[in-house]
């Protein structure tokens, strides 16, 4: 199965980082949050990728043709001009790298890799949120349910306490921030069989609108109940929180 990964937004909401950089390159534990999302996929046996590039997709580019200068220790004799690789760190991962338009919406995106996906099920995610999903129960949950797409659901801790106010605006009840109190919320994470891409109009059509509510109208969207960890990277505090679990060796997506 081949995993399809949204990376071409502008990525305004942290532009601290993606005035410089397409919001998948942002580091973390010094490494683009889209290399994390690829191990997380590769775990579980998934080696091909097809990444939706637009936005500054040259350094996504980039990247990848470089991997193993970026992977491996070098020994440079400029005498020679000859560059030998130390250690030969690599992965066993076919990534096609498709520009997609600068300002395509996120189902044009996918429309626009349909050549590359032959007509059989896929993964299909976001570039910007870490888990630590198993891949293989989502898949297995996509196949029994025999419905065209499947989309992970996660029930987010709250950012804030909850209040309780009597008549007189007294607090009789206060709780910390709680897992599930904004309810469920998409994370996600989606398997989609190809006659899906079928909704999908053209550049314009945003993937969370037209696509999803006529797979929700026909009964066709199926719900993954995800209770473990999932951190999206929206702002400069959320990809400072993924970077703390990181460096202390606590970051619940790191399987492998």
């Known amino acids: 199965m081949k995993a399809v990964i949204l990376a071409g937004g502008f990525g305004t909401r942290i532009s601290e980082e993606t005035h410089l950089k397409p919001k998948p390159m942002i580091l973390i534990g010094g490494k683009p949050i889209l ?11 998934i080696r091909e990728f097809i990444v939706c590039c637009g936005y500054k997709g ?8 470089n991997y193993f200068l970026h992977m491996n220790d070098l020994e440079i004799d400029l005498k020679e001009n000859k560059i030998d690789i130390i250690q030969k760190k690599t992965e066993n991962w076919k990534i096609t790298l498709i520009d997609t338009g600068e300002k395509t919406m996120t189902g044009g995106r996918l429309k626009r890799v349909r050549e590359y996906l032959d007509d059989e099920s ?3 995610t976001y570039g910007d949120g870490l888990s630590d999903i198993n891949i293989k129960s989502l898949i ?3 196949k029994a349910s025999k419905k065209l797409a499947t989309v992970t659901a996660v029930q987010p801790k709250g950012r804030y306490g909850s209040l309780s ?11 910390e921030k709680i897992l599930g109190n904004e309810g469920w919320v998409s994370a996600g994470f989606f398997v989609l069989e190809a006659e899906v891409l079928n909704r999908i109009k053209d550049d314009n059509t945003i993937w969370e609108n037209e696509p999803i509510k006529s797979l929700v109208n026909d009964n066709q969207l199926h719900a993954f109940k995800h209770y473990g960890f999932w951190q999206p990277m929206d702002t400069l505090r ?4 993924l970077n703390n679990l990181w460096d202390n060796n606590n970051a619940p997506w790191k399987k492998w």
């Open 35 to 45: 290399w994390h999302i690829i191990k997380t996929y590769n775990h579980y046996g």
């Open 58 to 65: 040259y350094l996504i580019k980039e990247y990848f043709a």
């Open 122 to 124: 896929f993964c299909f």
């Open 140 to 142: 297995d949950a996509h």
């Open 165 to 175: 106010l009597d008549k007189n605006e007294n607090v009789e009840y206060f709780q």
């Open 238 to 241: 959320e990809k400072n929180i």
